[in-house]
C-alpha cells in the first residue's frame, strides 16, 4: 500500500525567507510525486512532479522538491518566502500502474510580513 | 478549453435529499475521480474512472453513487444526503496514469 505524510500542519515563515515543507511517502513501488497548491478558496495547482528522471524538480514560482530514495522524502523548498505564497500545500502519491492518487493531509503556510 | 468544470458551485441540501454534482472536461482525459476535501483530512477518493462505461470505488465511496457514460462527463450522485457529506467536493482528469490530475473549482455542499 502507499501512503504519503506531510510532518507539519501548520508552517510559518517571515517574507523572505526560506520555506520548508516536509513530506514523506511510503510506496511498495518506485513512486510518482506530487506537490499541489491550494490558495483559500480555489482549486488544486500542480506545483511539480517527479517521475523518476532527474531527482531535483524545479516547479513553478520558484519551489523546488528533491527526491530521496533513502530518505523515502520529498520535501518542497523555496529560497525566499512572498506574501503569495500562503496557501495550503499537499503532497501526494502515486504507485505504479492505475492505482489512483493518494493525497497527504496538507501543510498550511502562512507568510508573516 | 475550459479544462475541468463543475457545476454547482454551491449547494445546500436538507437530510434525506438526492442531487447530482456534474462535472465535465474538455481535454479528451481519460481518467476523472472525485475527492471530497475536510478540514485537517486532505483530499480522499471516494470514486475514478479510467475511461467511459468503467468505474472503481476509492477511500470513502459510501452514499456516493457515479457512471461514466461519455469520457467528457463524470456526474457524482448522492442517493441520501447526510450532514457527514457536508463537504467541498473537487472533480479531476488527467490524461493518463503517469500524469498529474486537473482540478475543477470545487462544489461547497451543506447537508442540514
Known amino acids: 500500500a502507499q501512503s504519503v505524510t506531510q510532518l507539519d500542519s501548520h508552517v510559518s515563515v517571515s517574507e523572505g525567507t526560506p520555506v520548508l515543507l516536509r513530506c514523506n511517502y511510503s510506496s511498495s513501488y518506485s513512486p510518482s510525486l506530487f506537490w499541489y497548491v491550494q490558495h483559500p478558496n480555489k482549486g488544486l495547482q500542480l506545483l511539480l512532479k517527479y517521475t523518476s528522471a532527474a531527482t531535483l524538480v524545479k516547479g513553478i514560482n520558484g519551489f523546488e522538491a528533491e527526491f530521496k530514495k533513502s530518505e523515502t522524502s520529498f520535501h518542497l523548498t523555496k529560497p525566499s518566502a512572498h506574501m503569495s505564497d500562503a496557501a495550503e500545500y499537499f503532497c501526494?502519491?502515486?504507485?505504479?500502474?492505475?492505482?489512483?492518487?493518494?493525497f497527504g493531509k496538507g501543510t498550511r503556510l502562512s507568510v508573516i510580513a | 478549453n475550459a479544462g475541468v468544470t463543475q457545476t454547482p458551485k454551491f449547494q445546500v441540501l436538507k437530510t434525506g435529499q438526492s442531487m447530482t454534482l456534474q462535472c465535465a472536461q474538455d481535454?479528451?482525459?481519460?481518467?476523472m475521480s472525485w475527492y471530497r476535501q475536510d478540514p485537517g483530512m486532505g483530499l480522499r477518493l471516494i470514486h475514478y474512472s479510467v475511461g467511459a462505461g468503467i468505474t472503481d470505488q476509492g477511500e470513502v465511496p459510501n452514499g456516493y453513487n457515479v457512471s461514466r457514460s461519455t469520457t467528457e462527463d463524470f456526474p457524482l450522485r448522492l442517493l441520501s444526503a447526510a450532514p457527514s457529506q457536508t463537504s467541498v467536493y473537487f472533480c479531476?482528469?488527467?490524461?493518463?496514469?503517469?500524469?498529474?490530475?486537473?482540478f475543477g473549482p470545487g462544489t461547497r455542499l451543506t447537508v442540514t
Open positions: 481535454m479528451n482525459h481519460e481518467y
Open positions: 479531476a482528469s488527467q490524461t493518463g496514469v503517469l500524469y498529474e490530475q486537473y
Open positions: 501526494v502519491v502515486r504507485a505504479k500502474g492505475n492505482t489512483p492518487l493518494v
